[in-house]
């Protein structure tokens, strides 16, 4: 019989009779499980459990909120195996990959929990003789994280990590293409005597119970990561309650290769940053600027490299680079998308369509040349193991066509020379910038887009700071 998932709320799994969801295996199109498709009341009571479990939870000295939060992580790791097939089965990527995700995500709470002792408020000058002014950091209150597919597990532990050690609790709602892993995660936290009401899972589509969420008034932070029309409908939302948000949304990440860059390794880590997960990570290269003198070269490495990608059945083969793209509907918006830019006259170098295989949402590794700025395939985000080229004069023009986006998340420029480098970190307008490496964030960093990529930031000590409020108190003294 079909696995049947079950919200968690209040510490327990809540049967209920929702409308089901079906997942899939994105390789195989098997059916791996049913999942609600949550209403108005279970969140209700989700969020009542919430809000309930709150206080006493911030009451609790955060030294000891950390230590349910390394239990979690420690279980994690016990399960490491099961849980990076889980991942691999519904989201496509490779087991390899998926081992990491199940890593970074025991690492990440873990470097959460050492907060515990680090989490401070400050002293300020007074200006009157005998007062004593303090600033108070608290805790927002109940918070809702709504989650994408492409990192599911590790979105998990992005969003409730940093809740739970500095005193919030959490309704977390994953996405309806990936829910499974999030349902494990949450046996494990059943498991930990973590208190009930503290995390809660709530699953179902986004345009209803996600869109329900971000309107619910007694949710005091909506932390959402996902595309940037979803990210619009979630400020819209929430301006009914001026409910806080803090935003991680797409990107279009420019790789800048200067003649004086050591090519081997600018196609390796762009090449690499376009493989990784076939293609669906908000901050990898999606668009590359090379100088004239240089391309050929440049072109010749890059394509040498991806003639090279292996990509199949992720659940057979360990050994692959690249599993599918997430569905349907993934699938048809790569092909769209090259197959406009092929009519615009950008030339398919390779690849260029999907790939001839019986099942499994597979796209052709795909370079792209001749780009022109104004070419969809070189402005909006792709998602998919597809890499545009322009060429370009000097670093200035990089620089003009990088920064001529709606998108600010990160960056990447290569080259020897530490001016240029820096002249690009002073004018590039982006969150992150990489120098001479893939992108790929550290969990002690600010992964924070600029411009449509989103508000606020995740991560390191700024991160934490975003799930609480300040409290200033003044004390005369007498
Ligand atoms: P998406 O916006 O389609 O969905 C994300 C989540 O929002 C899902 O849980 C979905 O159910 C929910 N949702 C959809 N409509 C909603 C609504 N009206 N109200 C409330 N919730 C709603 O994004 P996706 O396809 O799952 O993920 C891919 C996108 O996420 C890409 O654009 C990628 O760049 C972005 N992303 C960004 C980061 C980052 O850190 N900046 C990280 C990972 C992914």
């Known amino acids: 019989m079909t696995t049947q998932y079950q919200n968690y709320i209040d510490g327990r799994f809540l049967p209920a009779a929702y409308d089901m969801i079906a997942v899939t295996n994105p390789a195989t199109y098997e059916l791996l499980a049913l999942v609600p498709d949550s209403d108005s009341a279970a ?67 873990d470097y959460m929990a050492e907060w515990a002792r680090r989490l401070e408020g400050e002293v300020l000058t007074s200006d009157r003789p005998g007062e004593h002014i303090f600033l108070l950091r608290k805790p927002v209150g109940v918070t809702a994280g709504i989650l994408p597919w492409n990192f599911p597990f590790f979105l998990i532990a992005r969003k409730m990590a940093p809740a739970l050690v500095t005193g919030n609790t959490i309704v977390i709602k994953p996405s309806e293409e990936t829910p499974i ?67 991680e949304l797409g990107g279009k990440a420019p790789a800048i290769v200067l003649a004086d860059a050591d090519l081997d390794l600018a196609a390796k880590a762009i090449h690499a940053s376009r493989v990784i997960n076939t293609g669906q990570v908000c901050n990898c290269a999606e668009r590359v600027y090379v100088e004239r003198s240089v391309a050929d070269e440049f072109i010749g490495k890059t394509m040498a490299l991806m003639k090279g990608v292996r990509f199949g059945d992720p659940n057979k083969d360990e050994t692959l680079d690249m599993g599918p793209l997430v569905n349907q509907q993934g699938l048809d918006k790569v092909a769209a998308m090259v197959d406009q830019a092929r009519t615009q006259g950008a030339e398919i170098a390779l690849g260029g369509k999907r790939a001839d ?122």
């Open 357 to 478: 295989v019986e099942s499994g949402f597979h796209y052709l590794p795909t370079v792209i040349t001749g780009c022109k700025p104004d070419m969809a395939i070189m402005r909006k985000e792709i998602f998919g193991p597809v890499l545009p080229i322009q060429i370009v004069d000097d670093l200035d023009e990089a620089i003009t066509y990088a920064n001529d986006s709606e998108y600010g998340l990160t960056s990447s420029i290569f080259t020897r020379d530490i001016n240029s480098a820096m002249k690009a970190c002073r004018e590039l307008r982006f969150g992150e910038t990489y120098i001479n490496r893939e992108h790929f964030e550290a969990m002690q960093g600010f992964h924070a887009g600029r411009k449509k990529s989103g508000i606020g930031g995740a991560d390191g000590k700024h991160g934490l700071y975003e799930f609480m409020e300040t409290q200033v108190v003044y004390l005369q003294t007498y």
């Open 181 to 247: 892993n999030a349902f494990e995660f949450a046996k494990i936290v059943a498991e930990t005597d973590l208190p009930p009401g503290v995390f809660n899972l709530v699953c179902g589509r986004g345009a209803t119970t996600g869109a329900m969420l971000a309107k619910h008034p007694g949710i005091d932070l909506i932390s959402f990561t996902g595309s940037v029309p979803t990210g619009a409908l979630i400020m819209e939302a929430a301006a009914s309650n001026l409910t806080r948000i803090n935003l």
């Open 43 to 109: 969140l209700d009571e989700a969020i009542a459990a919430a809000r309930l479990a709150q206080p006493a939870w911030e009451k609790l000295p955060a030294i000891q909120r950390a230590a349910h939060l390394r239990a979690i992580a420690a279980k994690l790791r016990e399960k490491r195996e099961e849980l990076a097939r889980i991942i691999t089965r519904e989201q496509g990527k490779v087991l390899p990959l998926a081992r990491v995700e199940v890593d970074f995500t025991a690492d990440y709470i």
